[in-house]
Nanobody, 126 residues
Framework: QVHLVESGGGSVQAGGSLRLSCAAS?????????MGWFRQAPGKEREGVAG???????SYVDSVKGRFTISKDNAKNTLYLQMNSLKPEDTGMYYC???????????????????WGQGTQVTVSS
């Protein structure tokens, strides 16, 4: 059973930065998987923000390109999301997720991801 635990959320002013972390355990996907970050604002659908394939290829939703960076420390089994130049519209609950098929990284649809963390809140004020 894969267990994902997010941390690093908080409240910042617009233009600020945060780094989210996702500690993974029980992970046995081998060489073909995708890990991603999703967010959900009140009243909105969950959105796939960024994904990282097992071979290290990142993908991003257009609204965060150039501002967010997804990365992974394999030795620590930890996924990161560095968020810079934050905007109020980045506010939401951020979730870490994993799936056993790197193919799903491009589209980042919630239904294609099997394992989810509990989420960490990010609030950006103007």
């Amino acid at each position: 059973q894969v267990h994902l635990v997010e941390s690093g959320g908080g409240s910042v002013q617009a233009g600020g930065s945060l780094r989210l972390s996702c500690a993974a355990s029980g992970y046995t996907y081998g060489s073909n998987y995708c890990m991603g970050w999703f967010r959900q604002a009140p009243g909105k659908e969950r959105e796939g923000v960024a994904g990282l394939t097992s071979d290290g290829s990142p993908s991003y939703v257009d609204s965060v390109k150039g501002r967010f960076t997804i990365s992974k420390d394999n030795a620590k089994n930890t996924l990161y999301l560095q968020m810079n130049s934050l905007k109020p519209e980045d506010t939401g609950m951020y979730y870490c997720a994993a799936t056993g098929n790197a193919y799903f990284c491009a589209a980042r649809r919630s239904a294609d991801f099997t394992y989810w963390g509990q989420g960490t809140q990010v609030t950006v004020s103007s």
